[in-house]
């Protein structure tokens, strides 16, 4: 639901010196809201839940300037707080980003470090898409060569694959099961949800590299990028393995959500994801899968839908009574392009600019808005960090503050006030007028639309 009232920012005048003490009181008021004061008689935080009084200290931390955000102070003198008033609640419930750890594994320590970052911009969903054809990263102690055969592959496609260049680079990892309990908890104290996926009955090889007996064909870890055909079969024995790994899964992930895929697979068996969501409501979890999933026959009700084709698809769901999260292609995948300048890394699908994501507007009464970062070819930290940044602050505002919105303002208070704090977080982020000389990869190439 979008809640009509946006941020209220009162300024008062002068500045006064932060002791670092903050009192906080309970009030009621949305979840998520808090009211923030700041005067000469010190700093009140007033707050609907545990999640407002962490929203109320971002936005304290963020009136500190830059250099609160550093790993340690860096500068003896007082802080300096502006008087003023803050009255703030979020949009949406679900403020959500998507991070593809499957194609290219990302580094437990790194994980942690973006659990943080979108914690700073008060998103509370993480999407970790565990496993796919290139890699599986879930640790499954009854089947385990998911991970020790499927977690790696021989070789990895370096850019869109009709350039046909390879990395000649073996490829792979996985976290064991208390590496995700440890993320979970972690992300839990900054009131972030870590919701996993594993994806059936496409997007597979890895699986069936590992174990032939569960595909329609055989195979090793896939080492290209796009759609592959092969799929799990349908057999009884498939899908009771596959229930065996989602219980593993729910015993590592408390959300309540939990996600299973079901996209892009051709020739699969719908009934294949209605019997994973069917056994995943028998657990009292909701399952939460790709749009595609409405074709494949009645769905609980409880089932949550990711709308990344298009709004229409959205809309159907909403109109068959399911909570909808609006992720669509055009507006949210940020591993897509960000200019059409010629030195953009790797260009890949439509241009999606800083500007083009703020301007995005979820349609309908949904559950909220997730931002995708698919990871075929951000194969670093350093290029998942050029491929979100700026991109997932715009994101974020959107997400938090209802329209209409100043992107004028925005924007220039993204280049005075927030970009510092990103560099003062050591986010290698895209500048605005474009990449840094080693921010570029000459020769490898993309397939822009």
């Excluded at 591993?335 to 500007?355: A, F, K, M, N, W």
């Excluded at 949904?366 to 930290?381: F, I, K, R, Y």
Aim: glycine share 10%.
């Amino acid at each position: 639901m979008i809640l009509p009232k946006p941020v209220r920012f009162t300024r008062g005048d002068g500045e006064v010196e932060f002791s670092g003490r903050v009192e906080v009181r309970a009030v009621d008021g949305p979840a998520e809201g808090y009211r923030l004061s700041i005067s000469d008689s010190g700093v009140v935080v007033e707050a609907a839940d545990e999640a407002g009084e962490f929203y109320a200290r971002q936005t304290l931390r963020q009136l500190s300037g830059p250099d609160a955000f550093r790993a340690a102070p860096i500068h003896d003198g007082p802080v300096l707080l502006p008087v003023c008033r803050v009255e703030d609640h979020p949009r949406f419930a679900w403020r959500g980003c998507l991070i593809d750890v499957a194609r290219h594994f990302l580094p437990k320590a790194d994980l942690l470090r973006y659990v943080d970052l979108l914690a700073a911009h008060k998103l509370n969903v993480l999407h970790l898409h565990l496993t796919d054809d290139q890699g599986w990263r879930f640790e499954s102690k009854r089947h385990p060569r998911l991970h020790e055969v499927g977690g790696w592959r021989p070789d990895s496609r370096w850019g869109d694959r009709r350039g046909g260049l390879m990395t000649g680079r073996p490829h792979g990892g996985y976290y064991t099961q208390d590496d995700l309990r440890e993320v979970v908890a972690y992300a839990a104290r900054r009131h972030i949800t870590v919701v996993p996926e594993i994806d059936v009955p496409g997007h597979s090889q890895a699986a069936i590299a590992a174990y032939p007996e569960l595909g329609t064909e055989g195979g090793g870890v896939w080492t290209d990028w796009g759609v592959n055909p092969r799929v799990l079969n349908a057999h009884e024995s498939t899908v009771d393995f596959y229930r065996d790994v989602f219980d593993e899964l729910l015993e590592v992930f408390p959300s309540e959500v939990i996600g299973l895929g079901g996209d892009e697979a051709p020739g699969g068996d719908g009934r294949f994801v209605r019997r994973i969501a069917q056994h995943l409501v028998s657990r009292g979890r909701r399952p939460y899968g790709w749009d595609e999933v409405l074709s494949v026959g009645p769905l609980p009700v409880s089932t949550v839908v990711a709308a990344w084709r298009d709004e229409e698809a959205g809309r159907a769901a909403l109109a068959r009574g399911h909570d909808v999260v609006m992720c669509p292609e055009r507006h949210v995948y940020l591993d897509y392009r960000q200019s059409d300048r010629p030195d953009e890394p790797i260009p890949v699908g439509t241009v999606l600019t800083l500007e083009d994501v703020y301007r995005y507007e979820p349609v309908g009464r949904v559950l909220g808005a997730q931002a995708n970062l698919w990871t075929e070819h951000l194969d670093s930290p350093r290029r998942l960090d050029y491929a979100a940044f700026p991109r997932l602050a715009a994101f974020a505002e959107v997400v938090w503050s209802p329209a209409p919105r100043d992107e004028a303002e925005f924007l220039a208070r993204l280049a005075e006030h927030h970009l510092p704090r990103l560099d003062a977080l050591g986010v290698e982020y895209r500048p605005l007028a474009g990449p840094r000389p080693w921010q570029t990869l000459p020769g490898v190439p993309g397939h822009p639309r």
